[in-house]
Each structure stands twice: as structure tokens, then as C-alpha cells.
């Protein structure tokens, strides 16, 4: 549950790797900082308020490598939001995001963790860049959803892209003989040709997720036209249900949750 355009940019930087002369010596994985520095802080925007930033494309348990290129640990934020709803000194907590989404495992449980959290205290998905995909399932959990106008929110949708190669292995007189049991074992494999079965099978998958997406904002009351995986300005968001009010910022938003107490 990502954007594609964001989804592409990490396939070029990744390709961009494989591809270079110069390849990077194990030594300089090995000086990456630790996970523990990449952990999501529990700021203080005002008395009352704080905040958790919610930055990168978001993963279950990432490595440091992840990590390093930008990724954001869903267990970290979850460790991040735990320790703000405990702070008796927080009567307000904001989830501040700048995110395309992610994987879908582990995005249920935090969405469930966010919206568990609003029963004890406010929580504000917020925005001034982007929420969208799987960070817009999680930020549609709190209490309020705010974005500035020019932010985008939404992607509500599911894909998966697999690369059917048996023309191209065949094209250079590749084949893959494949040894397995259980008629979907290894289905997607490279090589191998994709079957009506197989499609069928993962676009099942596919069907579940969304169905669950779908399930998760419906108390927001969105049409189905508005859940079509398109992404819309903070503006239009609110115009069309995905985003509660917008703000100029987060100066204008701790003054807004001053007011509506």
C-alpha cells in the first residue's frame, strides 16, 4: 500500500545500485547508525500537545539498511505512540505525518492502536506533505484528520505488481524446471509463467486488503468514488470527507485544538 510514484523512485535508486561500478564495501553497512537512532521521538509542540513524526516509507521491523534509506519502523512508531498515551502531561497527541504508505503487515494493528488511543486522549492525523496509502489508513483512526491545503492525502488502495519474465527467460532459451508441492507453491516465481490460477489467486489477496482498507475509514462515511487509489490535495480532501478541516501549519493547528478543547 504505496504510492507508485514513490514506489518507482525506490526501484530506481535500488537499480541505480546494482548498476554502479563503484559498490559499497560491507564495512559501510556495518558503520550505519543503530536502529535505536531512527526511532520516532516524543515531541512537545505545546503544553498539553505533543507529537510523533511518522516520516518514510513504512515497514514491519525493518534492518538498518531500511532504515537508512528512508524507511519508518511500524513497531517503532507504535512504541512511540505507546509512550505519548502514557504522559499524563499529554492531553493531546499529534501524528504527524510524511508518508507514501508501505507494506500492508502491521498496518491493521497500528490503524487499531491509533483509534485505541482516541478513547483516552485526542490524536490528530496530521499532514503537511503527504498521508497516503497505508499512512492514510493509520492517520483516518484518530480522533481529527487535518491537513495543510496543498498536502496530499488519500490513496486508498491495494496493489501488487509481479513481473511475468517466462518470455524473456525464453527468449534466451531459459527455462525454469520447477520442483514443488502445493499447486500455488512459488507462485510469481521469475521464469515461470503465470497461470489463470495464479492470477486469481493473488488478486484475491489483493480484493481481502482493500476490503479491509475500505472497512477501516468507512466510519469516516467516504464514497466509493473517493476510494479508487487517487490522491487528493488537503483541499479536496476535506471537500470530499478524507480530511476533517485544513491548516496552515502546525502553529495554526495547536491553536485550532486550543479552541476545540
Not at 505525518?97 to 492525523?125: C, H, N, W, Y
Request: hydrophobic share 45%.
Amino acid at each position: 500500500m504505496i504510492t507508485p510514484d514513490r514506489h518507482r523512485a525506490i526501484q530506481d535508486v535500488l537499480l541505480a545500485r546494482l548498476n554502479a561500478e563503484e559498490v559499497l564495501e560491507p564495512k559501510a553497512f556495518l558503520e550505519l547508525p543503530a536502529r535505536e537512532s531512527y526511532r520516532p521521538a516524543v515531541e512537545t509542540w505545546a503544553p498539553g500537545v505533543g507529537a510523533v513524526q511518522v516520516n518514510g516509507v513504512l515497514g514491519k521491523r525493518m534492518s538498518q539498511v531500511d532504515l537508512a534509506c528512508g524507511g519508518c519502523d511500524i513497531d517503532q512508531v507504535g512504541e512511540a505512540l505507546a509512550e505519548a498515551e502514557g504522559r499524563s502531561d499529554l492531553e493531546t497527541v499529534v501524528v504527524w505525518f510524511d508518508s507514501p504508505g508501505g507494506t500492508v503487515t502491521g498496518i491493521p494493528e497500528l490503524g487499531a492502536q491509533v483509534e485505541r488511543m482516541g478513547k483516552t486522549k485526542r490524536v490528530v492525523g496530521y499532514t503537511d506533505t503527504l498521508m497516503a496509502s497505508a499512512a492514510y489508513w493509520v492517520g483516518a483512526q484518530a480522533t481529527d484528520v487535518v491537513a495543510t491545503p496543498s498536502a496530499q492525502v488519500g490513496s486508498i488502495g491495494v496493489y501488487l505488481a509481479l513481473l511475468d519474465s517466462s518470455r524473456a527467460f525464453e527468449a534466451e532459451g531459459l527455462r525454469v524446471e520447477l520442483f514443488k508441492a502445493g499447486k500455488l507453491k512459488a507462485a510469481g516465481m521469475p521464469g515461470v509463467e503465470m497461470t489463470a490460477e495464479v492470477r486469481e489467486h493473488f488478486q484475491a489477496g489483493v480484493d481481502e486488503v482493500y476490503d479491509d482498507f475500505r472497512g477501516a475509514v468507512s466510519h469516516r462515511g467516504l464514497g466509493q468514488e473517493v476510494m479508487e487509489g487517487q490522491v487528493f490535495s488537503g483541499r479536496a480532501g476535506a471537500e470530499n470527507g478524507l480530511v476533517d478541516f485544513t491548516v496552515n501549519g502546525p502553529a495554526e493547528l495547536v491553536e485550532v485544538l486550543r479552541r476545540l478543547g
